[in-house]
Protein backbone atom coordinates (compact mmCIF):
# COMPACT_ATOMS: atom_id res chain seq x y z
CA UNK A 1 0.00 0.00 0.00
CA UNK A 2 2.66 2.52 0.47
CA UNK A 3 4.80 1.88 -2.35
CA UNK A 4 1.90 3.66 -3.75
CA UNK A 5 1.60 6.19 -1.75
CA UNK A 6 5.36 6.85 -2.27
CA UNK A 7 4.91 7.01 -6.17
CA UNK A 8 1.96 9.08 -6.04
CA UNK A 9 3.63 11.52 -3.26
CA UNK A 10 6.37 12.17 -5.00
CA UNK A 11 4.71 12.72 -8.70
CA UNK A 12 2.63 14.99 -6.71
CA UNK A 13 6.29 16.71 -5.02
CA UNK A 14 7.50 16.81 -8.97
CA UNK A 15 4.61 18.47 -10.40
CA UNK A 16 4.49 21.15 -7.85
CA UNK A 17 8.28 21.79 -8.23
CA UNK A 18 8.32 21.25 -12.17
CA UNK A 19 5.36 23.82 -12.31
CA UNK A 20 7.25 26.56 -9.77
CA UNK A 21 10.35 25.48 -12.14
CA UNK A 22 8.80 26.24 -15.81
CA UNK A 23 6.87 29.17 -14.23
CA UNK A 24 10.35 30.65 -13.76
CA UNK A 25 11.78 29.94 -16.71
CA UNK A 26 8.92 31.56 -18.94
CA UNK A 27 9.28 34.58 -16.31
CA UNK A 28 13.50 34.31 -17.37
CA UNK A 29 12.58 33.93 -21.04
CA UNK A 30 9.87 37.25 -20.89
CA UNK A 31 12.73 39.24 -18.95
CA UNK A 32 15.70 38.45 -21.12
CA UNK A 33 13.96 38.47 -24.25
CA UNK A 34 12.38 42.21 -23.21
CA UNK A 35 15.85 43.49 -21.95
CA UNK A 36 17.43 42.38 -25.53
CA UNK A 37 14.44 43.62 -27.55
CA UNK A 38 14.78 46.87 -25.58
CA UNK A 39 18.75 47.24 -26.47
CA UNK A 40 18.46 46.31 -29.78
CA UNK A 41 15.96 49.34 -30.56
CA UNK A 42 17.83 51.65 -28.54
CA UNK A 43 20.47 51.21 -31.32
CA UNK A 44 18.06 51.34 -33.87
CA UNK A 45 16.90 54.79 -33.01
CA UNK A 46 21.12 55.70 -33.01
CA UNK A 47 21.72 54.12 -36.57
CA UNK A 48 18.67 55.98 -37.91
CA UNK A 49 19.93 59.02 -36.52
CA UNK A 50 23.21 58.95 -37.98
CA UNK A 51 23.52 61.19 -41.15
CA UNK A 52 23.28 59.84 -44.58
CA UNK A 53 26.31 57.90 -45.57
CA UNK A 54 27.38 56.26 -49.32
CA UNK A 55 28.28 52.98 -47.52
CA UNK A 56 24.99 52.12 -46.26
CA UNK A 57 25.14 49.02 -46.85
CA UNK A 58 27.49 48.57 -44.68
CA UNK A 59 24.34 49.29 -41.80
CA UNK A 60 22.18 46.73 -43.37
CA UNK A 61 24.60 44.07 -43.26
CA UNK A 62 24.93 44.95 -39.76
CA UNK A 63 21.63 45.08 -39.33
CA UNK A 64 21.23 41.48 -40.57
CA UNK A 65 24.28 40.42 -38.22
CA UNK A 66 22.56 41.57 -35.45
CA UNK A 67 19.15 39.85 -36.02
CA UNK A 68 21.39 36.67 -36.57
CA UNK A 69 22.73 37.27 -33.06
CA UNK A 70 19.56 37.52 -31.78
CA UNK A 71 18.25 34.36 -33.38
CA UNK A 72 20.75 32.45 -32.46
CA UNK A 73 20.38 34.04 -28.30
CA UNK A 74 16.71 33.37 -28.24
CA UNK A 75 17.58 30.10 -29.36
CA UNK A 76 20.62 29.02 -26.99
CA UNK A 77 18.41 30.80 -24.31
CA UNK A 78 15.84 28.13 -25.18
CA UNK A 79 17.78 25.68 -25.15
CA UNK A 80 19.50 26.49 -21.57
CA UNK A 81 16.06 26.87 -20.26
CA UNK A 82 15.03 23.47 -21.47
CA UNK A 83 18.08 21.50 -20.34
CA UNK A 84 17.82 23.61 -16.88
CA UNK A 85 14.12 21.95 -16.10
CA UNK A 86 15.10 18.46 -17.60
CA UNK A 87 17.73 18.27 -14.95
CA UNK A 88 15.53 20.18 -12.47
CA UNK A 89 12.67 17.20 -13.13
CA UNK A 90 15.50 14.50 -12.87
CA UNK A 91 16.84 15.84 -9.64
CA UNK A 92 13.22 16.45 -8.30
CA UNK A 93 12.36 13.32 -9.19
CA UNK A 94 15.13 11.66 -6.83
CA UNK A 95 14.53 14.30 -4.10
CA UNK A 96 11.05 13.83 -4.39
CA UNK A 97 10.96 9.93 -4.17
CA UNK A 98 13.72 10.65 -1.03
CA UNK A 99 11.60 13.19 0.62
CA UNK A 100 8.29 11.33 0.19
CA UNK A 101 9.66 8.25 1.85
CA UNK A 102 11.09 10.61 4.99
CA UNK A 103 7.86 11.58 4.74
CA UNK A 104 5.48 9.14 5.16
CA UNK A 105 7.96 6.95 7.54
CA UNK A 106 6.58 7.67 10.79
CA UNK A 107 3.03 6.93 9.62
CA UNK A 108 4.14 3.76 7.99
CA UNK A 109 5.80 2.52 11.41
CA UNK A 110 2.97 3.85 13.48
CA UNK A 111 0.82 1.43 10.68
CA UNK A 112 3.13 -1.40 11.76
CA UNK A 113 3.01 -0.70 15.44
CA UNK A 114 -0.90 -0.64 15.53
CA UNK A 115 -1.54 -3.84 13.35
CA UNK A 116 1.22 -5.31 15.55
CA UNK A 117 -0.37 -4.19 18.35
CA UNK A 118 -4.31 -5.40 17.29
CA UNK A 119 -2.73 -9.08 16.35
CA UNK A 120 -0.97 -9.30 19.65
CA UNK A 121 -4.26 -7.43 21.63
CA UNK A 122 -5.98 -10.51 19.72
CA UNK A 123 -3.94 -13.24 20.69
CA UNK A 124 -3.90 -12.22 24.68
CA UNK A 125 -8.05 -11.94 24.38
CA UNK A 126 -8.31 -14.98 22.47
CA UNK A 127 -6.23 -17.13 25.52
CA UNK A 128 -8.51 -16.77 28.31
CA UNK A 129 -11.62 -16.95 26.18
CA UNK A 130 -10.57 -20.18 24.28
CA UNK A 131 -9.63 -21.43 28.12
CA UNK A 132 -13.19 -20.54 29.05
CA UNK A 133 -15.13 -22.01 25.75
CA UNK A 134 -13.38 -25.51 26.41
CA UNK A 135 -13.88 -25.52 30.04
CA UNK A 136 -17.64 -25.51 29.41
CA UNK A 137 -17.79 -27.69 26.47
CA UNK A 138 -15.74 -30.42 28.79
CA UNK A 139 -18.37 -29.73 31.42
CA UNK A 140 -21.66 -29.66 29.20
CA UNK A 141 -20.16 -33.17 27.95
CA UNK A 142 -19.90 -34.42 30.79
CA UNK A 143 -22.94 -36.90 32.08
CA UNK A 144 -21.51 -36.53 36.18
CA UNK A 145 -21.72 -33.43 35.45
CA UNK A 146 -22.95 -31.64 39.33
CA UNK A 147 -23.07 -28.50 41.12
CA UNK A 148 -19.30 -29.56 42.28
CA UNK A 149 -17.93 -29.37 38.82
CA UNK A 150 -19.91 -26.69 37.75
CA UNK A 151 -18.67 -24.63 41.27
CA UNK A 152 -15.10 -25.67 39.75
CA UNK A 153 -16.02 -24.36 35.96
CA UNK A 154 -17.68 -21.15 37.60
CA UNK A 155 -14.52 -20.52 39.36
CA UNK A 156 -12.13 -21.40 36.73
CA UNK A 157 -13.82 -19.07 34.38
CA UNK A 158 -14.06 -15.81 36.82
CA UNK A 159 -10.37 -16.21 37.16
CA UNK A 160 -9.97 -16.37 33.34
CA UNK A 161 -13.05 -13.42 33.27
CA UNK A 162 -10.69 -11.32 35.97
CA UNK A 163 -7.24 -11.99 33.15
CA UNK A 164 -9.52 -10.13 30.97
CA UNK A 165 -10.76 -7.30 32.91
CA UNK A 166 -6.99 -6.75 33.83
CA UNK A 167 -5.79 -6.89 30.03
CA UNK A 168 -9.08 -4.70 29.14
CA UNK A 169 -8.04 -1.92 32.09
CA UNK A 170 -4.46 -2.11 30.62
CA UNK A 171 -5.04 -1.38 26.93
CA UNK A 172 -7.59 1.72 28.04
CA UNK A 173 -4.38 2.96 30.47
CA UNK A 174 -2.20 2.55 27.56
CA UNK A 175 -4.52 3.98 24.97
CA UNK A 176 -5.29 6.68 27.08
CA UNK A 177 -1.41 7.50 27.70
CA UNK A 178 -0.80 7.39 23.83
CA UNK A 179 -3.31 10.41 23.38
CA UNK A 180 -1.38 12.55 26.15
CA UNK A 181 0.67 15.24 25.51
CA UNK A 182 0.94 17.38 27.95
CA UNK A 183 0.41 17.11 31.57
CA UNK A 184 -0.07 19.56 34.42
CA UNK A 185 3.00 19.38 36.75
CA UNK A 186 3.81 20.10 40.28
CA UNK A 187 6.99 20.47 42.58
CA UNK A 188 7.30 17.10 43.96
CA UNK A 189 10.51 14.99 46.13
CA UNK A 190 11.53 12.55 44.06
CA UNK A 191 12.13 10.27 47.24
CA UNK A 192 8.80 11.15 48.18
CA UNK A 193 7.15 9.69 45.44
CA UNK A 194 9.32 6.57 45.37
CA UNK A 195 8.09 6.37 48.92
CA UNK A 196 4.87 6.04 48.08
CA UNK A 197 5.64 3.39 45.55
CA UNK A 198 6.81 1.18 47.75
CA UNK A 199 4.32 1.26 49.98
CA UNK A 200 2.06 0.03 47.54
CA UNK A 201 3.49 -3.18 46.81
CA UNK A 202 4.87 -3.56 50.20
CA UNK A 203 3.13 -6.27 50.70
CA UNK A 204 3.62 -8.12 47.61
CA UNK A 205 7.57 -7.96 48.94
CA UNK A 206 7.04 -8.71 52.01
CA UNK A 207 5.01 -11.95 51.12
CA UNK A 208 8.21 -13.14 49.32
CA UNK A 209 10.52 -11.89 52.30
CA UNK A 210 12.50 -9.13 50.09
CA UNK A 211 14.13 -6.25 51.32
CA UNK A 212 14.36 -3.11 49.92
CA UNK A 213 17.55 -1.37 50.71
CA UNK A 214 16.86 2.77 50.02
CA UNK A 215 19.50 5.21 49.57
CA UNK A 216 17.60 8.55 49.06
CA UNK A 217 18.89 12.28 48.33
CA UNK A 218 16.92 15.19 48.20
CA UNK A 219 15.83 15.30 44.87
CA UNK A 220 12.75 17.78 43.84
CA UNK A 221 11.78 17.73 40.69
CA UNK A 222 8.24 18.95 38.55
CA UNK A 223 5.92 16.13 37.75
CA UNK A 224 2.61 14.49 37.97
CA UNK A 225 2.54 12.55 41.09
CA UNK A 226 0.07 10.05 40.20
CA UNK A 227 1.86 9.06 36.89
CA UNK A 228 5.46 8.74 38.43
CA UNK A 229 4.27 6.56 41.48
CA UNK A 230 2.53 4.33 39.07
CA UNK A 231 5.54 4.47 37.29
CA UNK A 232 7.94 3.38 40.17
CA UNK A 233 5.22 0.87 41.17
CA UNK A 234 5.36 -1.56 37.75
CA UNK A 235 9.19 -1.23 37.95
CA UNK A 236 8.81 -2.56 41.91
CA UNK A 237 6.23 -5.02 41.03
CA UNK A 238 8.97 -6.40 38.16
CA UNK A 239 11.44 -6.53 40.26
CA UNK A 240 9.50 -8.53 43.08
CA UNK A 241 8.73 -11.04 40.56
CA UNK A 242 11.49 -11.83 39.14
CA UNK A 243 13.82 -11.88 42.19
CA UNK A 244 14.27 -14.97 43.98
CA UNK A 245 12.74 -15.03 47.48
CA UNK A 246 14.43 -13.47 50.52
CA UNK A 247 16.67 -11.44 48.11
CA UNK A 248 17.10 -7.49 48.17
CA UNK A 249 16.12 -5.22 45.65
CA UNK A 250 18.68 -2.24 45.81
CA UNK A 251 16.89 1.75 44.94
CA UNK A 252 18.69 5.03 45.38
CA UNK A 253 17.45 8.65 44.15
CA UNK A 254 20.69 10.78 43.24
CA UNK A 255 19.61 14.72 43.00
CA UNK A 256 21.61 17.08 40.30
CA UNK A 257 20.22 18.76 36.96
CA UNK A 258 19.00 15.16 35.73
CA UNK A 259 18.06 13.48 38.89
CA UNK A 260 17.81 9.70 38.41
CA UNK A 261 16.25 6.66 40.32
CA UNK A 262 18.20 3.26 39.97
CA UNK A 263 15.98 -0.02 40.78
CA UNK A 264 18.42 -3.35 40.91
CA UNK A 265 17.36 -6.48 41.55
CA UNK A 266 19.25 -10.10 42.38
CA UNK A 267 17.30 -12.23 40.04
CA UNK A 268 18.97 -14.27 37.21
CA UNK A 269 18.75 -11.19 34.78
CA UNK A 270 17.81 -10.89 31.48
CA UNK A 271 19.47 -12.26 27.93
CA UNK A 272 21.00 -9.23 25.92
CA UNK A 273 18.58 -10.30 23.01
CA UNK A 274 15.65 -9.71 24.77
CA UNK A 275 17.27 -6.43 26.44
CA UNK A 276 16.59 -4.83 23.60
CA UNK A 277 12.51 -5.79 23.18
CA UNK A 278 11.78 -5.40 26.98
CA UNK A 279 9.35 -1.93 26.51
CA UNK A 280 8.17 -3.41 23.63
CA UNK A 281 4.05 -3.75 23.98
CA UNK A 282 3.15 -7.66 24.62
CA UNK A 283 6.74 -8.33 24.85
CA UNK A 284 7.53 -10.70 27.77
CA UNK A 285 11.19 -12.21 28.77
CA UNK A 286 11.94 -15.85 29.08
CA UNK A 287 9.87 -16.84 31.99
CA UNK A 288 12.67 -18.98 32.86
CA UNK A 289 13.99 -16.03 34.71
CA UNK A 290 11.72 -16.51 37.40
CA UNK A 291 11.10 -20.08 39.76
CA UNK A 292 8.03 -19.03 39.94
CA UNK A 293 4.95 -18.42 37.19
CA UNK A 294 5.00 -14.75 36.85
CA UNK A 295 1.22 -13.33 35.43
CA UNK A 296 1.20 -10.40 33.10
CA UNK A 297 0.61 -9.59 29.77
CA UNK A 298 4.13 -7.29 28.58
CA UNK A 299 2.92 -4.18 28.70
CA UNK A 300 3.84 -2.88 32.24
CA UNK A 301 7.19 -1.28 30.90
CA UNK A 302 5.68 -0.06 28.00
CA UNK A 303 3.41 1.82 30.28
CA UNK A 304 6.54 2.82 32.25
CA UNK A 305 8.17 4.07 29.38
CA UNK A 306 5.18 6.06 28.39
CA UNK A 307 5.12 8.02 31.14
CA UNK A 308 8.95 8.74 31.69
CA UNK A 309 8.51 10.69 28.10
CA UNK A 310 5.76 12.45 28.90
CA UNK A 311 7.66 14.14 31.14
CA UNK A 312 10.83 14.60 29.10
CA UNK A 313 12.82 11.77 30.64
CA UNK A 314 14.58 8.38 29.48
CA UNK A 315 14.67 4.76 30.78
CA UNK A 316 16.74 2.36 30.22
CA UNK A 317 18.06 -1.59 31.49
CA UNK A 318 20.98 -3.22 31.70
CA UNK A 319 21.51 -6.87 32.60
CA UNK A 320 24.15 -9.75 32.72
CA UNK A 321 22.63 -13.17 33.09
CA UNK A 322 23.05 -14.31 36.25
CA UNK A 323 23.20 -11.05 38.37
CA UNK A 324 20.15 -9.03 38.15
CA UNK A 325 18.69 -6.13 36.51
CA UNK A 326 19.19 -2.49 37.01
CA UNK A 327 16.62 0.10 35.58
CA UNK A 328 17.47 3.62 35.13
CA UNK A 329 14.95 6.39 35.11
CA UNK A 330 16.01 9.90 34.44
CA UNK A 331 14.02 12.66 34.92
Known sequence: MFKSTYLKLTLFYVAVIMVISVGFSLAIFSISSNEIDRGLNRQDTIIQNLPPRNDSHLFDDFINLRQQQLDDSTNRLTQ??????????ILSTIASYFFARWTLRPLEEAMEEQSQ??????????????????????????????????????????????????????????????????????????????????????????????????????????????????LFVILFDNAIKYSPAKSKIKVSVTSGKNPEVLIKDSGIGIA????????????????????????????????????????????????????????????
Open 80 to 89: NLIYFNLLIL
Open 117 to 230: FTADASHELRTPLAAIKLEIEVGLRDKKFDFASARKILQSNLEEVGKLESLSSTLLRLAKLDEVEKLDFSDLNLADVVTEAYEKVEVLAKKRSIKFVTDFQNAEIRGDQTMLTE
Open 272 to 331: PKELLHIFDRFYRADSARSKEKVDGFGLGLSIAKRIVELHGGEISAKSNVGNGSEFKVEL
